[in-house]
């Protein structure tokens, strides 16, 4: 972090210009919400759309809303319920809950990675001071599940249910009808923008750590026996920063990457390429983007490869976007929980035949002694593994238990022509943070500068994601110029799309550091020509140069 | 509700094609949460744009988003916490908690607007069947809160908090940072489209009647005593279907229902105006649109007019917008609430002087009766009413208690000059039941033919709001027809705002009949001809022509 004060003059200024701000603050607000104000609400639509409108060049994604309110059995298989919790103490003078890995930072290289026996001796051993009042007496620590949790419907009817801590277990049990809409075709992607939920103990750094976030996923699956096609030359000119975790950081290309095995999937690779030109499409410096293997112990224990996109800001590296092989463990879990199976169909290049030695009744010896349960005693004992020995006793259909002498039954080969087979697919899921996302973009488009002897502030904000497109202004409101710029301004706003802003108060210098100050790309005056030829100064913000045009240009 | 099945058939093609599916089916579903699936996700969130688009244009609303999950004390403020519930009743046999109101349809005229004792009354004299299990055995009624209720943090730390049952008190609450950013000049308006909740006690009629919900709410600030410059006449040439709690049903333009005081705000009007415009534009058949002013009694207590528009389907006549004047309740309520104030000032034409008769102190006598404390006694005697009588006890800053004569007063007159006035703006809220109308839509759309003596289907959707805008199709997938059909398709998948779909499975009548079932408005035909000249053939849904275009006209 900067200590000349950057951070606080930026968190200041968004509060200020209603870009972020504490929500709910006039209640007293509440710690890790925050609102996208007047300014920032139009930033991260924009943002949400950029992301569904990259992604859908894949050309085989589709886009999907399920539910924030999720019933328990749903979390229960994903694994939520059991293992998604932090370690959580609290101050017994003042009350107030900490994460106990938290208290031991500096402490320790690595705290949340510590067990929770082991997490409990440090903090006995060092017995941090209490961040909200300074003393020094702690609960013992206890798992906290980080889900906000409610009840769906009311009284005996009730039943247990959480809000989403992602969005992806919707498009996994989504997966039937996804495998439908594509014709049975794999790969294809569902992808999701929305909230996401994280009862934190403790929220700090403004947008980094929220208990309710904006997200974007996408779930890409795949069959792991298909040949891989996945291109990466586009990438093939610029080289990425990678820290694996097996080498030293490099800066190597992706397909390098990939023929070293450090990627580990062509498409984790691919994807990796496609999320960086995302995050330089909407603003990211590509200087402060590196990608991040996760190490062995680190990675939930299902994941077969995961990098993430860390961002350099305000906060140092921070985790932005995860792209995870997830392996089948997804669809595995929901469908041990449910008993429905969320499978795709792989058809053989050749029919397949399998040989089953087994065994079969005697007919002979079947029928009189089982008379009418012989069609039973046969389905059973053709079931029968080929190492049965006999006598044994075995149950039938009907539940009853009859025993099977050697006398019944005689060997069998049974030979099964096959055409394809059903499988779980693997899935790839690119995960984007996108709160920490706009404020890196702000992070990194804020520039401080001066103007005449004043401090003076820029935000170099990508057009396709500034919040505000023009800023329209009438020298004076006077002589009909105002009129013109508010009509201008009107006509703007009417292209769908387009957003502009009307300034009318102070000299034009004032109202051009407003504009600067947000980020809005292109500042329009009407003044006294205007009233001549039709023409309006347009300024750059960037460049600060100015040029006449027609406003018609604009608006074609 | 037509009897022929036609709404079983409707949602049956919902839930085979994945507009609209019942979430989390394979672990048993929950009640009252949907899903919007592979063709429907993407047709929500066209309307939800197109809903933002079009209100951007009055040029001076911005877009805002606020959490969902809202602290205890915000709801408390707005009212929701004493007021937003239903009375529920459980079965005493099965346990399933019913509406008592629902229960009692057909029995009173209205049981939604029953008193708790009426209902209860209602309940007990008609001992109604239980829908479960037709048992007639029910609890006393209880008044349940629909909100969702969680924890937000935890252990003691942790406060009370909801999910919010609408988007707007996160907009009441950020009315300070929205005047700073409008440059205190109103009117303005806050816009925010996402989720709200309620938790119904007994969910049905599909997407009528959700627990979690997709809204779209602009809060509009006015000045109640600014001159009112509404222009209805865009609407000069559409009379609209009014129901009117003062007259017959009525068909007239906005500007005469609102020279005759039926609408009893020009700005309520001219919304009214706007939502037409909106629904019309995404698809709304027109002659299925009215306007229904709310009763007096039906209208919450704190609103000065209210009107619905109501959109007619197979549920029969369905509220789907509500166009409510709230006068200056939401601000005042979250004043009162905080002690902060949400007010804009309103400088007069002229300042103006008011004279205050009252008291000041006789500087001989207090002087040496009161000594140190002659400046408090001042301040304190200028502060009583003219009407006060002598000698009286009044308490000094300090809290000390004196006794003042007659002697120690004369009296005084006091000018005070004012430029201006702070006040409590009114809000007109325009309400968007986004769900509700996206089900509208697809209804009006939904039209059952016959094609070559089968059974046809075909979704007759505005292009802005298609889920698929393109069908792209090989003739087959040999001689490169294939390849360049895909080529064409990705193509049209990078232009941001297209979305384009692939199909190469059977015959090109059944994909036509596919693409027709779910909107598309056009297939491309990539065949033989397009391998020697790259046309291809358009095919437009509604009309069934075919034409042959080159691909580039639509990758402009």
């Known amino acids: 972090m900067t200590g000349d004060g950057r951070l606080e003059r930026l968190n200041g200024m968004l509060r200020r210009r209603g870009f972020l701000l504490p929500a709910f603050e006039i209640h007293g607000g509440a710690k890790g919400l925050y609102d996208f104000g007047p300014v920032g609400g139009r930033m991260r639509s924009r943002v949400n759309q950029r992301w569904l409108d990259h992604w859908l060049q894949l050309g085989n994604v589709v886009e999907l809303s399920c539910p924030t309110v999720t019933p328990y059995g749903v979390l229960e298989a994903?694994?939520?319920?059991?293992?998604?919790?932090?370690?959580?103490?609290?101050?017994?003078?003042?009350?107030?809950?900490?994460?106990?890995?938290?208290?031991?930072?500096?402490?320790?290289?690595?705290?949340?990675?510590?067990?929770?026996?082991?997490?409990?001796?440090?903090?006995?051993?060092?017995?941090?001071?209490?961040?909200?009042?300074?003393?020094?007496?702690?609960?013992?620590?206890?798992?906290?599940?980080?889900?906000?949790?409610?009840?769906?419907?009311?009284?005996?009817?009730?039943?247990?249910?959480f809000l989403r801590p992602e969005t992806a277990q919707g498009m996994f049990t989504s997966f039937n009808a996804l495998h439908r809409?594509?014709?049975?075709?794999?790969?294809?992607?569902?992808?999701?923008?929305?909230?996401?939920?994280?009862?934190?103990?403790?929220?700090?750094?403004?947008?980094?750590?929220?208990?309710?976030?904006?997200?974007?996923?996408?779930?890409?699956?795949?069959?792991?026996?298909?040949?891989?096609?996945?291109?990466?030359?586009?990438?093939?000119?610029?080289?990425?920063?990678?820290?694996?975790?097996?080498?030293?950081?490099?800066?190597?290309?992706?397909?390098?990457?990939?023929?070293?095995?450090?990627?580990?999937?062509?498409?984790?690779?691919?994807?990796?390429?496609?999320?960086?030109?995302?995050?330089?499409?909407?603003?990211?410096?590509?200087?402060?983007?590196?990608?991040?293997?996760?190490?062995?112990?680190?990675?939930?224990?299902?994941?077969?490869?995961?990098?993430?996109?860390?961002?350099?800001?305000?906060?140092?590296?921070?985790?932005?976007?995860?792209?995870?092989?997830?392996?089948?463990?997804?669809?595995?879990?929901?469908?041990?929980?449910?008993?429905?199976?969320?499978?795709?169909?792989?058809?053989?290049?050749?029919?397949?035949?399998?040989?089953?030695?087994?065994?079969?009744?005697?007919?002979?010896?079947?029928?009189?002694?089982?008379?009418?349960?012989?069609g039973q005693v046969k389905t059973a004992v053709e079931a029968l593994p080929k190492d049965t020995s006999f006598p044994c006793k075995i149950t039938l259909g009907n539940d009853e238990v009859v025993e099977i002498g050697q006398e019944h039954v005689k060997p069998n080969q049974q030979t099964i022509k096959e055409t394809g087979e059903w499988y779980i697919p693997h899935v790839i899921e690119p995960a984007f943070g996108i709160d920490r996302i706009i404020w890196h973009v702000i992070d990194h488009a804020y520039h401080e500068t001066e103007k005449n002897g004043e401090h003076y502030t820029l935000m170099r904000l990508a057009s396709c994601i500034a919040p505000v497109d023009y800023a329209v202004f009438?020298?004076?409101?006077?002589?009909?110029?105002?009129?013109?710029?508010?009509?201008?301004?009107?006509?703007?706003?009417?292209?769908?799309g387009i957003v502009s802003m009307y300034d009318a108060s102070g000299s034009i210098g004032r109202r051009y550091a407003r504009a600067d100050e947000i980020g809005t790309p292109q500042c329009l005056t009407v003044d006294h020509q205007t009233l001549e030829d039709g023409t309006v100064t347009v300024r750059n913000r960037d460049t600060g140069e100015q040029v006449r045009i027609h406003p018609d240009t604009l608006l074609a």
């Not at 402490?107 to 997490?119: C, F, G, I, T, V």
């Not at 800066?251 to 390098?256: I, P, Y």
């Open 78 to 161: 994903s694994g939520h319920v059991g293992e998604f919790s932090d370690f959580m103490t609290e101050c017994t003078t003042c009350g107030e809950a900490s994460r106990a890995d938290t208290l031991l930072e500096g402490h320790h290289a690595n705290p949340d990675a510590l067990k929770r026996d082991e997490l409990q001796a440090l903090l006995t051993a060092v017995n941090p001071t209490c961040p909200s009042c300074n003393d020094r007496a702690w609960t013992t620590i206890t798992a906290q599940n980080l889900m906000f949790n409610t009840t769906i419907g009311a009284g005996d009817s009730g039943r247990a249910g």
């Open 474 to 496: 009438p020298l004076f409101e006077k002589d009909g110029m105002g009129d013109l710029a508010w009509n201008l301004h009107q006509q703007l706003c009417g292209k769908p």
């Open 181 to 374: 809409h594509f014709r049975e075709r794999l790969p294809f992607g569902a992808m999701q923008v929305g909230k996401g939920y994280r009862n934190e103990i403790a929220p700090r750094q403004g947008m980094i750590r929220l208990r309710e976030f904006n997200m974007a996923e996408l779930e890409y699956f795949i069959d792991p026996e298909a040949e891989l096609t996945d291109d990466l030359t586009p990438w093939d000119g610029r080289p990425m920063h990678l820290l694996s975790d097996m080498e030293e950081p490099a800066v190597m290309t992706l397909f390098e990457a990939c023929k070293k095995e450090l990627i580990r999937h062509p498409t984790v690779a691919r994807f990796m390429g496609i999320t960086h030109d995302f995050l330089v499409d909407v603003g990211i410096d590509p200087a402060r983007i590196r990608f991040r293997q996760h190490e062995q112990d680190e990675m939930a224990h299902y994941a077969m490869d995961c990098w993430d996109a860390e961002i350099q800001g305000s906060y140092g590296w921070v985790e932005c976007v995860g792209i995870a092989h997830r392996g089948c463990y997804d669809l595995e879990s929901h469908e041990k929980a449910t008993g429905k199976t969320l499978r795709a169909r792989r058809e053989f290049d050749e029919p397949r035949t399998t040989v089953i030695d087994g065994w079969t009744i005697n007919g002979s010896t079947v029928g009189p002694t089982f008379k009418g349960l012989a």
